[in-house]
């Protein structure tokens, strides 16, 4: 088997005159201009050693670090363009968040299927790597949100059998080397300290040789050629153990931390001083955290070995914080003390970036995909906050990053960070009980409660694991957090999920041409002549492929047309369409033979009505981001003839009066009369003027996207639409409800089912007005007084209840004493609650209560026993109910049971004194 050697054996290197080293500690290969070094340079082999110095010419803030970079690729020929969302999952459906700047071109640019904005290109892309977050604050080095500068270019061989969107080479390995030479040259850079790790890379399917750019300590930069595929007859085995080949397509995917060139231009103790200064420098203040120059000169000694805090590298962080001061010559104890609420307030400004960038690009907290990590985050973040006892509201800390992050829709941000605060509340006040019954399960065990057991808590209630921990002390449980605790909790919910792709593709259809669709060239056109290409047996009639048709097939919540096919011989029901690799398949209740001539007639009723939702649907969607907000954004939607209903993503339930304000606006687009227009721009013309707001329904694919405009609303949709918005009538929203925390369902009716629900609403309110004897208008008085007086009635019952049990309490009781203890024996036919209520106004005077009733053909028993009485009244119902064929148990003061047997009863409650001795006695 071949491997990747020869790869990184470059013309630019040996230009140079590198020499490539075998590394003294990891044994890592790498390249270097200084022939005496030993080690790669990279922590643990060696550790930071620009912590004190400016290692560039002068320092940089964030903003010049990334000015400079773009700069000196737009100087190399390279077109800058403008970032995409952390929330990778609005261009994409393979993965949530973007971890990469090369994630805003997977996986159709890479793949060759449509051309990049531009080639070559740089970019700074904000992201946010899931993964991370428990390095966050201890490594020195590691931040969940991060922007990552990179340069890209997208290569096709000359000898490429297929057709791809781009074509030529544009450059490759010797030039981004020599590219990244360049930029450390032009920031005054040592360039004999640079050192480039051979690191071959394995991702999603590809791979590549890779090279990890270290320089004093830090890795700056990862540059990727990414040219191989996964192959089971490949010559290169790669480090997943799978084999590989070259493919026609090859692209440079660089990265470069923004971050981390920052902090070596300044050379601050750790990244979080050289990105966040003012916040961390605010929380500090809040925190009441305030070092003297020792402290501070330990700080800065530690922050030079901080690297070796990486949960990837290190045995355990326990372990990692010995080594650390043993080789500061510090107690451990002293350390931690001093590092970990430094730790947790360089983990708080980092995560409230973290936040600023999710709730800033509208992601909004849920309990599934980027909404759950998002919650995730801010729970945890807010965790730290009261541990480190920041005295300064969260709303405002993730303000601060996003007032500096330069987002509008800060008003929104905070809002969503206070409504998730009072949920987080809740969650905790439920969970906290849930924690104590598992503590006390495994209080006596010898076995810790398992990270198992950790991690559903924390994802079904919302309990931190140190939480955990305070609770489980009271009771002699142990709790051992795993140190990637957040890092296993995030790999649970960091993935988009995969529908099989191609799995259970038919074969039977992979040979047909692509059926010509004509429903998208006239939306009103019901008739058309085709040719029957081929016919399938089906389990309940046939499939039918047609060259031509005007049926709409299921897609993008709309149900498919019905109708007919008609030759001179037959007449086909049409009873379902399907999409199925771009050949249509119409599902007939007969053959209509293999090459005959046909004349399609969709239902025009039913596809008027489809019609009519479908844009009703984009109307809603528009006039609720009108009403509630821009961070509105679809999460699924489904039309049929007599309603359609629209979820959507938002942090709040909608109130009554946003209801009724969004269906006033959608009701004026209506009645404005737009014209609803199509067209086929190039994907990343319609990207760059609507931003991916386009793709509210889903991601088609292909290079030229359909786009539906409705007034000011513009969206990519395959669906079928009325030609202007008048033609709806009316939108008429039926219901609201929460499907899901964090998803509102509007369920409205469009055209003639607008009316039809009108109506269906006018009948009740009438029927209710005649029940009531009222008019119509006076039916929501009448209802409240009503409701009204039967609450007043029903507390008027519950006090004559009260009395009555305290009257039957005192007369007709046989009352009896039991080593002491008065015991009354009663039997009174009523319902269970009065047998309840007359057996605590017993146990209030002292005594004991049996109590038995035949109410409702059924023997019911009652026992109330006052605190010290010694008996126990399960034990004592348990007694009595096995004597009328049945059974009862509960607490030992009040418990309750029966059986069926009825004509047992009053022998039982004869009985019960003697029951009650042998459970005294017991």
């Not at 009554?656 to 009645?671: D, F, G, T």
Request: aromatic content about 8%; hydrophobic content about 35%.
């Amino acid at each position: 088997m071949s491997d990747l050697e020869a790869e990184y054996r470059l013309d630019y290197f040996a230009e140079e005159d590198f020499a490539r080293k075998e590394c003294s500690s990891c044994g890592a290969h790498f390249w270097t201009r200084d022939h005496d070094r030993e080690r790669c340079g990279e922590p643990p082999c060696e550790d930071y050693r620009f912590i004190g110095e400016e290692s560039f010419a002068e320092p940089q803030s964030l903003e010049e670090m990334r000015e400079a970079f773009l700069s000196y690729f737009e100087d190399n020929d390279h077109e800058r363009i403008d970032p995409y969302p952390v929330a990778a999952n609005r261009w994409r459906d393979d993965v949530l968040l973007t971890q990469a700047s090369i994630y805003d071109f997977q996986p159709l640019v890479t793949s060759g299927q449509t051309p990049p904005p531009a080639n070559p290109l740089c970019i700074s892309q904000p992201c946010i790597r899931m993964q991370d977050i428990d390095n966050v604050g201890k490594t020195g080095r590691h931040t969940m949100a991060f922007e990552m500068m990179g340069h890209h270019a997208f290569n096709v061989r000359e000898d490429a059998d297929e057709e791809y969107a781009y074509e030529g080479e544009v450059y490759w390995k010797d030039e981004t080397v020599e590219f990244c030479d360049g930029l450390f040259e032009s920031l005054g850079a040592d360039l004999e300290e640079i050192t480039y790790i051979e690191d071959p890379w394995v991702g999603g399917g590809n791979a590549g040789p890779a090279i990890e750019v270290i320089y004093k300590g830090a890795e700056l930069a990862t540059l990727v050629f990414m040219c191989m595929e996964q192959d089971p007859d490949g010559d290169y085995e790669m480090k997943d153990g799978n084999t590989y080949s070259f493919m026609d397509t090859y692209v440079v995917d660089t990265g470069y931390g923004l971050e981390r060139w920052t902090w070596m231009s300044q050379g601050t103790p750790t990244v979080y001083e050289a990105v966040y200064p003012e916040m961390i420098s605010v929380l500090k203040d809040h925190a009441g955290i305030d070092h003297t120059d020792d402290e501070a000169e330990l700080i800065h000694r530690t922050a030079k070995l901080a690297g070796r805090m990486d949960i990837d590298e290190a045995d355990d962080m326990a372990t990692a914080r010995r080594e650390i001061a043993d080789r500061l010559d510090v107690d451990v104890e002293k350390l931690t003390t001093l590092m970990e609420p430094l730790e947790d307030i360089y983990a708080i400004a980092d995560h409230c970036r973290a936040l600023a960038y999710m709730f800033g690009d509208e992601i909004v907290p849920s309990n599934v995909g980027t909404g759950y990590l998002a919650r995730m985050v801010l729970r945890r973040t807010k965790r730290l906050v009261d541990n480190v006892g920041i005295d300064a509201p969260l709303d405002e800390l993730v303000d601060m990053q996003a007032e500096r992050l330069g987002y509008e829709n800060r008003d929104t941000i905070r809002e969503i960070v206070r409504t998730e605060e009072a949920k987080y509340r809740e969650t905790l006040e439920r969970g906290g009980r849930k924690v104590e019954q598992l503590a006390a399960e495994y209080a006596d065990s010898d076995e810790p409660i398992p990270t198992e057991q950790l991690l559903e808590l924390y994802d079904s209630h919302g309990i931190q694991p140190d939480m955990v921990a305070e609770i489980a002390a009271d009771t002699d449980a142990t709790v051992e957090v795993p140190d990637d605790f957040y890092s296993l909790v995030a790999a649970r919910h960091d993935d988009a999920g995969d529908d099989g792709g191609d799995a259970d593709r038919d074969e039977r259809f992979a040979d047909l041409p692509e059926t010509e669709k004509l429903y998208y060239d006239n939306q009103e056109r019901t008739e058309f002549e085709a040719v029957v290409i081929d016919v399938f047996e089906a389990e309940d009639g046939y499939d039918v492929v047609l060259d031509q048709t005007m049926f709409y097939p299921e897609g993008g919540g709309q149900p498919a047309d019905h109708g007919t096919l008609s030759s001179d011989e037959t007449v086909a029901e049409v009873t379902d369409v399907q999409l199925v690799d771009d050949v249509v398949l119409h599902r007939t209740d007969s053959d209509p033979g293999k090459g005959e001539f046909v004349r399609g007639q969709i239902d025009a009723d039913r596809r008027r009505q489809l019609m009519a939702h479908h844009t009703a649907t984009h109307i809603i969607g528009h006039a609720t981001r009108q009403v509630v907000g821009d961070h509105i954004r679809q999460a699924g939607a489904q039309k049929s003839t007599d309603s359609a209903r629209l979820d959507v993503r938002h942090y709040d339930r909608l109130s009554r009066e946003e209801i009724k304000q969004i269906e006033r606006v959608a009701n004026e687009m209506v009645r404005a009369n737009h014209s609803v227009s199509q067209e086929w721009p190039h994907r990343n013309d319609a990207e760059a003027e609507y931003g991916f707001d386009l793709y509210q329904g889903g991601i088609p694919p292909g290079t030229n996207i359909r786009l539906i405009h409705v007034g000011d609303d513009v969206q990519a949709c395959g669906g079928t639409h009325v030609s202007r918005t008048g033609e709806i009538g009316a939108i008429k929203i039926r219901s609201t409800e929460p499907v899901q925390d964090g998803i509102e369902r509007i369920t409205f009716a469009a055209g003639e089912a607008a009316i039809e629900t009108t109506q269906a609403t006018e009948d009740a309110l009438y029927e209710a007005a005649d029940v009531l004897d009222v008019n119509p208008e006076d039916v929501p008085d009448t209802a409240e007084r009503f409701f009204t007086e039967w609450k007043q009635r029903g507390k008027e019952l519950d006090r004559l209840k009260d009395e009555l049990a305290e009257v039957r309490a005192t007369a007709g009781a046989d009352e009896v004493e039991i080593d002491g203890q008065s015991v009354v024996v009663q039997r009174l036919d009523s319902d269970i609650d009065e047998l309840r209520a007359t057996a605590n106004a017993l146990v209030e005077e002292g005594s004991v209560a049996v109590l038995g009733s035949g109410a409702g053909n059924s023997a019911q028993f009652v026992v109330g026993v006052p605190d010290d009485a010694g008996i126990n009244a399960g034990e004592v119902v348990g007694e009595l109910a096995g004597r009328v064929g049945g059974g009862g148990g509960g607490p030992p003061d009040f418990a309750q049971g029966g059986g069926p047997d009825v004509e047992a009863l009053d022998d039982a409650l004869d009985d019960a004194p003697e029951i009650l001795r042998g459970v005294l006695n017991a």
